[in-house]
């Protein structure tokens, strides 16, 4: 039947396998001995996830928290770039563009540290707590942005700096002097 056919092919694109009736049982039982109240029953394809992933592609946001390899690709800088090469980047800019390189960068980071694909950009005076961030997302973020910037950065940088915008511009401050801290209205 084409349906199964397609909700197979949907599955497998999601990460998961088909469940065989025996292995259902199977996991039921091991449900109940378990005591626990709540199991998630799942045949999971993590190589077809981590591929996805890797490819820029979108990860069920269930199961990001188990596939790591699309949050470590992304990093707007540029492949390899220390921070003095970032800092050299920034030297040959007008401020506002400073600061578009510098608001790219945590957009970047921000979508990478999220589990998000290439093309996902957050809008800038979005709070990233409204977005998923958590204490430990925000300490991720923190150390990709120190790694990038070779600065050292606050534990509280991202409750300090609640916003893509707002961190641009403290980055801005740290990496081009305190005359670049002032905002700089960009157009989108």
Do not use: W
Request: one cysteine or more; glycine letters at 12%.
């Amino acid at each position: 039947d084409t349906d199964d056919l397609t909700k197979a092919r949907m599955n497998r694109r999601g990460g998961l396998q088909a469940i065989t009736p025996a292995e259902g049982m199977e996991l039921f039982d091991a449900a109940v001995v378990s005591g626990r109240a709540q199991l998630v029953p799942a045949k999971l394809d993590l190589r077809s996830l981590r591929t996805r992933a890797v490819a820029g592609g979108g990860v069920p946001h269930l199961l990001r928290g188990l596939v790591r390899a699309g949050r470590q690709q992304a990093h707007a800088a540029g492949p390899g770039e220390t921070g003095q090469a970032l800092a050299e980047r920034l030297a040959g800019l007008s401020g506002a563009e400073q600061a578009k390189v510098l608001l790219d960068l945590v957009q970047a980071q921000v979508a990478a540290v999220l589990g998000h694909g290439a093309t996902y950009r957050i809008d800038a005076d979005q709070g990233l707590f409204e977005v998923g961030f958590d204490s430990l997302t925000s300490i991720e973020l923190r150390n990709r942005l120190r790694d990038i910037t070779e600065r050292k950065l606050s534990p509280n940088l991202v409750f300090d700096y609640p916003t893509a915008g707002m961190l641009a511009t403290h980055l801005h401050g740290l990496l081009c002097g305190e005359q670049a801290a002032q905002p700089v209205a960009l157009s989108v």
